[in-house]
């Protein structure tokens, strides 16, 4: 209910500054500067480390035999204490993870690396990795990857 209340301030704020704002008085565009802004805007800020993710997963489409297939996860804490990601165990050893080690503050990002080694692997790759970390609401989310590996294209002569 706490969360719902917040959710409709937040709301009702944004709605009335947007309706201040078109009263019809145009405003130069260097008299307003704006803070700098996460690239989402959570409705609520939690009271605990929260872990929010751009995208769960990545679709590589096709990907050349040989060259790695690598995918940058990025997740920001949207609470108000400190998050830490204590594991991000990939599903099998083909896939290879690397993650923030170092405490994720309030309002900042981190990132998870996903690399498949793609040698010897021809055709279609669904893989995962199981992220933990003191998230209160998500503790573990799984993250995922896939496509296709396809033969490198035979240089001619």
Sequence with gaps: MKHLVLTLIIFFLAFSSNAQSGSGKKTSAKAKVA???L???PAVIY???EIKFDTLSHDFKEVIEGKDAIYV??????GKEPLTISNAQPSCSC??????????M???????TVKYGTQNRMGP??????VTSNSTIAPIVTLSINGTVIAAP???H
């Design 35 to 37: 803070a700098p802004k």
């Design 39 to 41: 690239p989402i805007t």
């Design 47 to 49: 009271e605990k480390a």
């Design 73 to 78: 996860f990025t997740f920001y804490n949207i």
């Design 95 to 104: 896939t290879v993870s690397d993650y923030s080690k170092e405490p994720i």
């Design 106 to 112: 309030p309002g900042k990002s981190g990132s998870i």
């Design 125 to 130: 790759f669904t893989k995962s990795v199981t």
């Design 154 to 156: 035979q240089e001619t």
